[in-house]
Each structure stands twice: as structure tokens, then as C-alpha cells.
């Protein structure tokens, strides 16, 4: 049965099949899911690396009238801007060096299907040009050549950026971001979701219990508390790496908690973590101490050390609680974005 025979009375309901997670924050994207796929516009999926963007790209095309065309995938971050756009275009014999023969692009190839550029933010503006046109005009020349294709391809981007900020930076068009941001969806961190840190850590101890023929099937209570307050900066996919990592070093049938990484267990403290009072105390004090036994005759030295490192300490945590989009850290620092972007630059938290 196809997608278009589908009976979608609501938009709620069970999870999409291959996306693990039932959290308030995951049927919001379940729902606007379902509910983009019934169209053909562009959609943009926006969140951190490793939430699952290209999951939720299947969906869609997968519950769309396009789900028995081809579905493509480009990452556009793992190509320079020559070999991408040979890539997403194709070329003709002889149009630069190593072109020996015809090639059909990635957007003829996804005709009558979905292309799926990951790392949209990757591309170049010259790049971004000719994706303006293909989205607005549906057609565009292989490189080398002057016969214009036409194709029928549905657009799905992504990016772990936030696009405005690099509008506003000019590294991207604003023209190309809202032909690309028609429907966008935001896909959550693991931190916000927390709720599905044990039913994705059941799915991973199933997977990989039969990929490595093992029979790991428990987790223990101390383990599964440490992995549901880790603040996983690499989200789901960290996760994976660490149940994966644990399946194949357990003894038995139990993933325990020596199994898990000191990051996880509290070994060893997190990048970004909270700067509670009594973090704060403890810094304070070794700024002092290290300032002491280094201070000059400037008075006001010991000082600027102390402001500048919790300074950097607290920019860190705000960028951190909004997933690096810099427009909404400065409104909660409580100053303007270009003010932000010197600091992050002064203390080396650009990412």
C-alpha cells in the first residue's frame, strides 16, 4: 500500500517505524512528520549532530507519495565545492581533469524521488546558486555542458548550524535559506529527552547482542541511572557507541556500570557541565591560588583572571543549553549577537 493510501485521521499516534523514542519532544516531530510527508515542500531538519536527522529525512520520503521513487543522500560536508557540485549535477567527458566520462548527478538520479542534502551549511556560495535554481526552476546543467535538465526531485536539507546566524554572517543566502526552510522541523538533543534514554538503550542492547552473537539482555540499575543523567553532547549516537562498546566487553548477560565510559559514570567531569555554587567556589579558588603565586604588580590582575574564566565557563553552558544557536544564547546572556561572536572567538568556543 503507498503512502497516499495511508489513513491519517490525526496526526498523533504511534512512532514512526525505525525512530526510537516515545517523549513529549519526539511526537512533536513524529506529528509534523507525518504531517509535511503528504506534500512536496522542501523541509528542513535542524538539530545537533547525532539527533537523528537523516532518520527522520527517510520518514518523510518514506510516508510520502515519492516513498517507491529513489530517495539519494549527499553529505555536502564531506566534498569540496568542485567534487559536490559534479556530484549533485553530474558532468560531461572532457568538462575538467578526471572527467573521462558522462556522469548523471545525485539530482537526477532522486528524479520523481527525494534528494537529502545533509550539512547544507557546508556549500559554498557559488554552490548555493545553482540549488536556489534547481528549487525554484526544477532544472540545471551538468558541469561542462550547456543542455538544461529538468527533474522532479523533492528537497530535503540539514544542517547542525544554526542557518540564520550564518545568513547573518553571509555565509549562506538568505534567498536559499527560505526556499529550503518552507517546513522546518527541530529535532531535540538526547539531554531534553531523557524519558527515551532506556528504551534506546534496550533497542542498541538488542541490535548488537544479535549483530555480535551475544546475550546481553540486562541492564544494571547504577548503569542505567549514569547514562540517564549524562548530559551527551553526542547525542543518540554516542549512545549507540556506548552500548555497542558494552555488548561486546560484558561477561554476562548484564551491561554494569564498569562497562561504561568515565564520562558516564562520573569519573570524569563533562565538557559544559553545570556551574553549580559550589563549582563555582572551587574555580574561584584556583583562579585565586594559580593567580597568587603568578601575580605581578598590576592589581587588578587576579581579578580579570577570575571574571574571564567563569566568563568563559558560563558562555560555554549557555551555548551548550541552546544547541549553539547564537541568536537565542546572547538573548539569554543578555547581549547582542556580535558581542557573543567576539567572545566565542576570545575564548576559543567557536565549534
Aim: one cysteine or more; a negative charge; glycine letters at 6%.
Amino acid at each position: 500500500m503507498s503512502a497516499a493510501n495511508f489513513n491519517y485521521s490525526s496526526d498523533t499516534g504511534p512512532p514512526i517505524p525505525g525512530i526510537i523514542g516515545s517523549s513529549p519532544a519526539m511526537q512533536d516531530v513524529y506529528r509534523l512528520t507525518r504531517r509535511v510527508a503528504r506534500s512536496n515542500a522542501s523541509v528542513l531538519l535542524l538539530g545537533e549532530t547525532g539527533t537523528g536527522k537523516e532518520l527522520i529525512a527517510t520518514a518523510i520520503h518514506r510516508l510520502s507519495d515519492r516513498g517507491s521513487g529513489p530517495f539519494v543522500k549527499v553529505n555536502c560536508g564531506a566534498l569540496n565545492e568542485g567534487l559536490l557540485e559534479s556530484e549533485l549535477f553530474g558532468h560531461v567527458r572532457g568538462s575538467f581533469t578526471g572527467a573521462i566520462n558522462n556522469r548523471t548527478g545525485r539530482f537526477e538520479a532522486a528524479h520523481t524521488g527525494t534528494i537529502f542534502l545533509d550539512e547544507i551549511n557546508s556549500t559554498t556560495l557559488h554552490l548555493q546558486i545553482k540549488l536556489l535554481r534547481v528549487l525554484q526552476e526544477r532544472e540545471f546543467e551538468r558541469v561542462g555542458d550547456t543542455q538544461t535538465v529538468r527533474v522532479d526531485t523533492r528537497v530535503i536539507a540539514a544542517s547542525n548550524r544554526d542557518l540564520m546566524s550564518e545568513v547573518e554572517e553571509e555565509r549562506f543566502r538568505e534567498d536559499l535559506y527560505w526556499r529550503l526552510n518552507v517546513v522546518p522541523i527541530d529535532i531535540p538533543p538526547l539531554r531534553d529527552r531523557r524519558e527515551d534514554v532506556a528504551e534506546l538503550v534496550a533497542h542498541f542492547l538488542n541490535y548488537y547482542s544479535e549483530l555480535n552473537e551475544r546475550f546481553v539482555v540486562h541492564i544494571q540499575r547504577e548503569a542505567m541511572e549514569a547514562l540517564q543523567a549524562h548530559h551527551w553532547p553526542g547525542n543518540v549516537r554516542e549512545l549507540q557507541n556506548y552500548v555497542e562498546r558494552a555488548v561486546v566487553m560484558a561477561e554476562t548477560d548484564e551491561l554494569t556500570l564498569d562497562l561504561l565510559p568515565d564520562s558516564v559514570t562520573g569519573s570524569e567531569k563533562p565538557p559544559g557541565s553545570r556551574l553549580r555554587g559550589a563549582d563555582l567556589e572551587t574555580l574561584t579558588y584556583e583562579v585565586v591560588q594559580q593567580g597568587l603565586a603568578t601575580a605581578g604588580p598590576e592589581e587588578d590582575s587576579l581579578h580579570t583572571k577570575i571574571v574571564s574564566r567563569v566568563e568563559r565557563e558560563l558562555i560555554a553552558q549557555v551555548m551548550l543549553a541552546c544547541s549553539n544557536v547564537q541568536t537565542k544564547a546572547a538573548a539569554k546572556l543578555g547581549i547582542n549577537r556580535n558581542t557573543l561572536h567576539k567572545k566565542l572567538k576570545e575564548y576559543d568556543l567557536e565549534s
